[in-house]
């Protein structure tokens, strides 16, 4: 959650430079040792592949993981949309009402304490192996949306709560001008959170699969290749799956930062 | 026509009356009482004060009158505007705090209470560009809270309660987090608004001499449960402005209400 710092701005631009510039210096004299010892130490692709058989392997399977990658994308987002519009509504209810919340509430946690990776293969065997990988998703990314925009919900401005009721605000406005304002922060954060979580969910959902589903996403594919020790491309897909997080990641935040810049401290710089 | 003459002519009916507590005690559910029993009459268009220590149910009784939460016991009545009714029940209400949506645009937060009443958008704008600009304001209908100054926050708090056209306008402590300058300046720009506008003002305060600058009658309460201590009537030429804040007739005034006031700070000290 402490992610907004990068929003933040900085103090001199050689500063900014430097943040960009230091992770990517780091990161190039990390795949530059790899190769090195690979290379030197003549260790067999299958033990560990160097970088560039990685980048090769992508490249020629690029017609089987590029498929692989969409199959999972389509699974995290749909998940991810579940678990958005699940707990939004959910956080919603309990707002309305309490006995609801008091019903309801412990078996969200319930839910969310469970590991997913216990509760795939049971889901997998009562589900359709694309859905039960959804709702996989959508069990581990629902919980931060629904206890986020719940705090969002109940910390709106007593004073501000107080003025509507002066003006006999209805419930429907109450919750459209005031509540849901006040807690888009709060689910932006939490989208934020349910983006990668989402991708979790899927990919242990594959795993779960394993072989013998007849999934085609990317974590099936490094189950599959693992079996075959087709090592390089083990790395090929899980380097897809982290570029997949960190996109899921800058596009959430881009949204939240576009969504708030006009008004909350998060999306502010220093000059306010 | 001069508020004096407003007071006397009002003073003659009985039926003139803004607000009326009777009896009035508030219990909270932890069993403090807060206030009362309290028995206060502001008439049509008189500006009053209710000056005490803090926590002695000043903001309560504003509250109450506000019908933002019920009396214990007791009667609050409220003269209703006459004709259509109105968003607000003809209440104007100014809270400590700017208490401002941080995601609406400066105008957008004046249009709420036209918005929540139901009027069409058009004029709703057209009404909070008019209240914007009747407390100076104009120029800054499109900016966002997060920009203004604590005074100019205050100033479009002051602009969203006169919104309705108001009968009565309530305020709660609202310039006690600003500095000295912006809150003489806003003191002036408030009595030459209720000047032009001839609302019914209650003004809850801590400081003696806002009271006794601002007002025509002021109301020193009793520290907790709240009651009335006092009730002084501030007589002097009309306009008000510096000339009265600097008099020995205002001075005059401040030392009789702190007067009526120390007995209720003595009485915290007991607590």
């Known amino acids: 959650m402490s992610a907004q710092a990068s929003v933040t701005a900085k103090p001199s631009p050689a500063q900014r430079a430097m943040r960009f510039v230091l992770p990517v210096i780091v990161f190039a004299a990390g795949l530059l040792a790899w190769e090195l010892v690979v290379r030197i130490k003549d260790i067999p692709p299958y033990v560990l592949p160097a970088p560039s058989v990685i980048v090769v392997t992508l490249i020629r399977d690029w017609a089987v993981l590029s498929q692989s990658l969409a199959t999972t994308l389509l699974t995290t987002l749909e998940g991810f949309a579940a678990a958005s519009i699940g707990g939004i509504a959910l956080a919603l209810l309990f707002n309305q009402s309490k006995w609801v919340e008091y019903s309801l509430f412990p078996y969200a946690i319930v839910l969310q304490v469970t590991p997913v990776i216990a509760i795939a293969p049971l889901l997998l065997i009562y589900l359709e192996q694309q859905t039960a990988v959804v709702v996989c998703a959508f069990i581990v990314a629902f919980f931060p949306v629904l206890s986020n925009t719940t705090l969002g919900l109940n910390s709106v401005d007593r004073n501000l709560a107080g003025l509507f009721q002066l003006y006999g605000a209805s419930k429907p406005q109450t919750l459209r001008f005031l509540k849901l304002p006040a807690a888009l922060p709060y689910i932006l954060g939490g989208l934020r959170i349910a983006g990668g979580l989402s991708l979790i969910g899927a990919v242990v959902a594959e795993i779960a699969a394993g072989t013998a589903g007849a999934g085609s996403g990317l974590a099936y594919r490094i189950a599959e290749s693992g079996y075959r020790l087709n090592i390089p491309r083990m790395f090929a897909a899980l380097l897809l799956l982290s570029l997949a997080g960190i996109v899921i990641y800058g596009v959430l935040a881009v949204v939240s930062h576009l969504v708030l810049r006009r008004w909350h401290e998060s999306a502010l710089g220093k000059e306010s | ?271």
């Open chain 2, 1 to 271: 026509m001069s508020a004096a003459q407003t007071s006397s002519a009002v003073e003659a009916s009985l039926t003139a009356l803004a607000v009326s507590l009777r009896g009035v005690t508030k219990t909270y559910d932890n069993g403090v009482m807060a206030l009362g029993p309290l028995d206060l009459a502001v008439r049509k268009g008189e500006f009053i004060s209710l000056l005490g220590p803090s926590g002695c149910g000043k903001s309560t009784a504003l509250r109450l009158i506000a019908g933002l939460s019920a009396p214990s016991s007791g009667i609050v009545r409220v003269a209703r505007h006459e004709g259509p009714a109105q968003p607000g029940h003809g209440i104007g209400f100014v809270f400590q705090e700017p208490t401002l949506m941080p995601w609406a645009s400066v105008r957008e937060n004046v249009r709420l209470p036209l918005k929540l009443g139901g009027v069409p958008k058009a004029e709703g704008r057209a009404r909070a560009d008019e209240a914007l600009a009747s407390v100076g304001l104009a120029d800054f209908t499109d900016a966002y809270p997060r920009e203004l100054s604590g005074g100019m926050k205050m100033r479009v708090s002051l602009a969203r309660a006169l919104v309705t056209d108001p009968d009565i306008l309530l305020m709660d402590e609202p310039f006690a987090a600003l500095d000295e300058i912006t809150r003489f300046c806003l003191n002036n720009d408030l009595l030459a608004l209720w000047r032009t506008l001839g609302k019914t003002v209650i003004f809850v305060t801590h400081s003696v001499f806002e009271s006794v600058y601002l007002s025509q009658r002021v109301v020193v309460m009793t520290a907790r449960p709240g009651r009335i201590q006092a009730d002084l009537r501030i007589e002097t030429v009309e306009p008000r402005g510096e000339e009265f804040r600097t008099s020995a007739a205002y001075s005059d005034y401040c030392r009789r209400v702190s007067a009526a006031l120390a007995p209720s700070y003595s009485g915290q000290s007991t607590l």
